[in-house]
């Protein structure tokens, strides 16, 4: 074996050996900065080992030529599986014809490592002149670092070309880095708050770090025309973030470990497993998994507020119309405040140390839109301990909440005041619920930033382009003390910070003593307690048929008053909006609507006894006879035994078009609709009631991959069925295909009609969907409810959700001999709550069934 063959052999041990003691120190310590220093110095070895023996090999000392360190190994922040990006530097093209093989050569070693190399060839010419589609490259550059070669070279590169180059052209990098940052952060919904966030890319991620020094950076040149000293830069934020930077940096470390390969995403297993290793608390500390990510959500917030402050500031970063707009808004400046690009000032600075001007700040924040300038939050900063150490009375802490909560931008006023420390010296019981993690992939958001969205729900309503958004609003604008609802919902949830069986009895005696503290006089108390008491209330009505007068009547009952209802309206509103962006469905904001305008009408009756007449159901029909005179006997037998709901729930045109369908039966006797809405497909099916017919239903929708929100089940007195159920196409079969409609239809037809064996076609679709495991195990369970409903037994499963439950539970209804009046079916997450009002031989369950019932259902759906 040749001589340089040994030498590469030793070489790659060597890389694989100190790779490997690496890895098992970072399993031993979970020290995320060493590991990345060590391996930045290992990199850094073997590239050096290669230089001195392919580039420099019988060369002698090279002149004008270099290797450079970029980017992340430039910063000596080498993760795992991160990409190695290195210059090779010319000083003019003379000597490149000589070096590319060498070069070439030099490369190849490194990929044969496995190494992710990523190499740039340039001169210092080409060094010099910017490339607006190469910006990546420029950035790197603000990162470079000698490695080898002609130092003086890299010299003359870094302390006389780049200086001149980024003061030159640092504007427009800065709007393009800018640019770029905010795109990434909308990419991720611009916000922290993700279940499986990327701790690279995602808001509040290691990304925004670097674009926080990087913006620091180019200011700082700009200023001095001269690399600023490193103690120069953020000089007020680079100690609060160190311990961020530090936990994010064990935390990609570890999954670039765990993955084996540069992957970023920190999804729910690897959550668990972070927490079980104490990764990135440098101690022993035992926390689950959701202790642990409200430590990950507090770092990531503090690093994206940083950078988001440094996008604000930096006058270069803005876009033209942004600045004209921001200058619009500079009339804005009084006799305490000036408004200078969108950023408040203080006049006098030294007032600061006055708590009616320092809460002012935000409610002329909260009013305008505006946000407080760097050198503003300095000083409110300065002023914290003592303001802590003496902090307002009862009675002033809720006026100055008062005067931001009932302001348009309220929501960013008060994160603001919160990521300040602010909001927690008015609010102490906000501690509670600082970063606190919901863990059940339904709540997107800490639980105190799921309180301020639901209030920016609220305001936003206002002006929002959506038809139901526009009723919340309009509806906002009606209620006499909004700004109870406002403390209610930052409260509502306080309880979650406690563990305890129920957050809503804990959070309400947390809230009590709140506003006894400040000073509430007691109908404001009584208003608050109630909304927070109930503000599951009406999620929990949903859950029952609104259409029934009992249902309704009892509803209102626990409400009590007009305004109260308009504010539990609200509250539930803003509280589901702000879950996650998909919770708030059209199908529940609607049902959400119905509920108040018909508990509305009840607590109003005397103002419209129309709505509450007996005589509703007469004159619907009348209105149906109208439409089609000539087919009055048809519609008399169709509608003939079918419940009021059916009325309620349709309206004329859908009724006409069910009797149309069934007036067909006698050539098809299974006569299906299918029809595209804005939000999600409807499937009506009328056709004759037969034994395990809505489960058949269920069971062909689930083999088809499509998810049902909703169903409804309605039968009259000649045995006609009329079932309908609303879907969304998870994988856009009917979106992009229309020929499939046919196939669609004519597949459930066959179900239903024995041609097709549903349990094999179900089973096919089962099979490829088992690979999705669930992120959240939710138990089973199964209650019954025989007082809510005059005429049927109601049957509440709540269970994991997955494709072809409803199927499941339906098949069991009908095996018992239960028949479906009614099916409600809501999903959180991936937890399933689904409603049925049940009846056998046109009566409510027996004790003895609805226990055979019960154990039969709980055995079918704990055994999958």
């Known amino acids: 074996m040749s001589t340089a063959a040994t030498s590469r052999t030793e070489l790659r041990d060597l890389y694989v050996s100190e790779t490997a003691r690496i890895q098992q120190e970072f399993a031993e310590t979970g020290n995320g900065p060493a590991a990345i220093a060590a391996r930045t110095a290992l990199v850094e070895k073997v590239l050096l080992r290669l230089w001195d023996e392919v580039i420099c090999s019988g060369r002698g000392d090279l002149k004008d030529f270099g290797l450079v360190a970029l980017g992340g190994f430039g910063r000596s922040a080498l993760f795992p599986h991160s990409d190695v990006d290195i210059l090779f530097l010319h000083a003019d093209r003379s000597t490149e014809s000589e070096l590319r093989d060498p070069i070439r050569v030099f490369c190849q070693e490194l990929w044969d ?12 010419a080409e060094c010099d002149h910017f490339d607006p589609q190469n910006v990546e490259f420029t950035i790197s550059l603000l990162d470079c670092r000698h490695l080898a070669g002609d130092s003086e070279l890299f010299e003359r590169l870094h302390e006389k070309i780049l200086p001149k180059f980024f003061v030159r052209e640092g504007n427009y990098i800065i709007q393009q880095l800018a640019e770029v940052t905010r795109s990434r952060h909308a990419k991720y919904g611009n916000t922290v708050f993700h279940l499986e966030p990327n701790i690279k890319e995602a808001p509040g991620g290691l990304r925004d770090y670097n674009v926080a020094c990087w913006m620091a950076l180019l ?19 680079t100690q609060k973030l160190l311990p961020a930077l530090q936990f994010l940096t064990s935390v990609r470390t570890f999954l670039h470990y765990r993955q084996g390969r540069d992957d970023n995403m920190l999804a729910w297993e690897s959550q668990d497993e972070a927490a079980a290793r104490h990764i990135g608390l440098g101690d022993s500390t035992h926390l689950d998994a959701a202790g642990w990510m409200r430590i990950y959500f507090r770092h990531a917030r503090a690093l994206h507020y940083e950078c988001l402050r440094l996008l604000e500031s930096v006058p270069a970063a803005r876009s033209s119309l942004y600045r004209h707009f921001q200058n619009w808004r500079s009339r804005l400046s009084n006799a305490d405040f000036s408004v200078v690009d969108g950023l408040i000032y203080l006049q006098q600075p030294s007032a600061v140390r006055d708590p009616e001007l320092l809460f002012r700040i935000f409610s002329f924040a909260a009013h305008h839109g505006l946000k407080p300038a760097l050198s503003t939050e300095t000083r409110i900063q300065q002023n914290l301990s003592a303001l802590a150490e003496a902090p307002p009375s009862g009675a002033e802490s809720w006026r100055y909440l008062h005067s931001v909560l009932v302001e348009p931008h309220a929501a960013e006023a008060l994160r603001a005041m919160h990521s300040l420390g602010l909001l927690t010296i008015l609010l102490p019981e906000l501690k509670l619920i600082d970063s606190l993690v919901v863990r059940d992939f339904y709540h997107r958001f800490t639980v105190d930033e799921h309180s301020f969205l639901a209030i920016e729900c609220l305001h936003r309503a206002r002006q929002a382009n959506s038809e139901w ?26 309880g979650k910070g406690v563990p305890g069986e129920s957050h809503l009895v804990t959070g309400l005696e947390i809230a009590q003593k709140c506003m006894q503290r400040l000073e509430l006089d007691e109908a404001g108390r009584e208003t608050i307690s109630f909304l927070i008491a109930s503000h599951l209330e009406i999620s929990a009505t949903l859950r029952r048929d609104i259409y029934d007068p009992g249902t ?16 539990l309206a609200l509250l ?29 009408n009840r607590l109003n009756r005397t103002a419209d006894q129309r709505v509450h007449s007996e005589s509703e159901q007469d004159e619907s029909v009348a209105r149906l006879h109208a439409l089609v005179p000539h087919s009055a006997k048809k519609l008399k037998s169709f509608l003939e035994g079918l419940p009021k709901r059916y009325l309620r729930t349709f309206r004329a045109e859908e009724i006409l078009q069910h009797l149309e369908l069934a007036g067909h039966l006698a050539a098809d006797p299974v006569q299906l609709y299918l029809v595209r809405g804005r939000h999600w497909y409807e499937l009506s099916v009328v056709t004759k009631d037969r034994p395990f017919l809505f489960a058949k239903i269920a069971g062909a929708l689930a083999a088809w991959g499509m998810n049902i929100v909703k169903a409804d089940a309605f039968s009259n007195a000649a045995g006609v069925v009329v079932d309908t159920f609303y879907f969304t196409d998870r994988f856009r079969t009917l979106e992009l295909n229309m020929p499939e409609w046919d196939r669609f239809k004519l597949s459930v037809s066959d179900v239903l009609t024995g041609e097709v064996d549903l349990d094999r076609l179900l089973g096919e679709r089962v099979r490829s969907d088992a690979k999705n495991a669930a992120k959240v195990k939710i138990e089973t369970r199964v209650e019954f409810d025989d007082e809510s ?25 009908s095996h018992h001999g239960c028949n479906i009046e009614i099916a409600l079916i809501d999903t959180e997450g991936q937890m399933a709550i689904d409603v049925f009002y049940l009846t056998s031989n046109a009566n409510k369950l027996s004790t003895h069934k609805y226990e055979e019932l019960k154990a039969d259902l709980l055995e079918e759906l704990q055994a999958a």
């Open 572 to 600: 539930t509103y803003a509280d589901i909006k702000a879950v996650n962006p998909e919770a708030l469905t059209p199908w529940k904001a609607e049902n959400v609507w119905q509920l108040y305008i018909a508990a509305w």
């Open 789 to 813: 409903s005059a005429g049927s037994t109601l049957v509440q499963v709540v269970a994991q959700d997955r494709l072809g439950l409803l199927h499941r539970i339906a098949s069991r209804f």
């Open 552 to 567: 309704i009547q009892a509803f209102c009952d626990k409400v009590g008053t007009p305004e109260r209802l308009k504010m």
């Open 469 to 494: 958004d526009q009723r919340y609003g309009r509806l906002l604008e009606e209620l006499e003390r909004p700004e109870l609802l406002y403390l209610a919902l930052l409260l509502h949830d306080v």
């Open 113 to 124: 490592l496995r190494m992710k190399l990523g190499p740039t060839t340039r001169t210092l």
């Open 219 to 237: 200011s700082g040149l700009d200023q001095e025309r001269r690399w600023p000293a490193a103690e120069a830069l953020l000089p007020d934020s």
